[in-house]
């Protein structure tokens, strides 16, 4: 067996897991694209459909009951309060700070994104003293966060003068 009949079989293999009907020659383009990439194109439709997913995954949490996505909320607050942390082991303005500030700022966005919309949705009800108090605690992230940047930009131009 050749390489390209072996390649087509698992080409074969990985629509047929899937269930997909798509266009040929976007499936042909993908084929292409895992092998650029190096990468089983099984593999690399899981990417894609995984990236997808989670570039998406706001309209899903549109849709949890009030409570699951407090919870939900609350772990994206936890995981933005972990970044925050981590952020300062990198240095000022290299690749990997700014990166950790990018990512900081998404979920700190979805989260309240989260808690807004459980606001909306549930109006004088007990979760919304909970929600008001997460709120609270993701307005004065930000505002320390802009507080150790100002910070950070006054030290900085002290020590060139």
Do not use: W
Request: with cysteine; hydrophobic share 40%; aromatic share 4%.
């Amino acid at each position: 067996m050749t390489v390209t009949e072996e390649a087509s079989k698992k080409v074969e293999k990985a629509s047929e897991k899937l269930k997909l009907e798509m266009d040929k020659v976007i499936f042909d383009q993908i084929v292409q694209l895992a092998r650029l990439e190096d990468t089983d194109t099984y593999v690399f439709i899981n990417r894609i459909l995984a990236d997808f997913v989670a570039d998406n995954e706001y309209k899903l949490d549109a849709h949890l009951n009030p409570v699951d996505a407090a919870d939900k909320a609350d772990k994206l607050f936890a995981e933005a309060v972990r970044m925050q942390r981590k952020m300062s082991a990198h240095a000022e303005g290299s690749r990997e700070r700014i990166a950790a500030e990018a990512q900081f700022i998404t979920v700190l966005q979805r989260a309240a994104a989260l808690f807004a919309e459980i606001t909306r949705r549930s109006k004088g009800s007990e979760i919304e003293k909970h929600i008001q108090l997460r709120m609270n605690q993701i307005s004065a992230l930000c505002d320390q966060q802009l507080t150790d940047e100002q910070n950070q930009k006054e030290n900085t131009s002290v020590e060139k003068e």
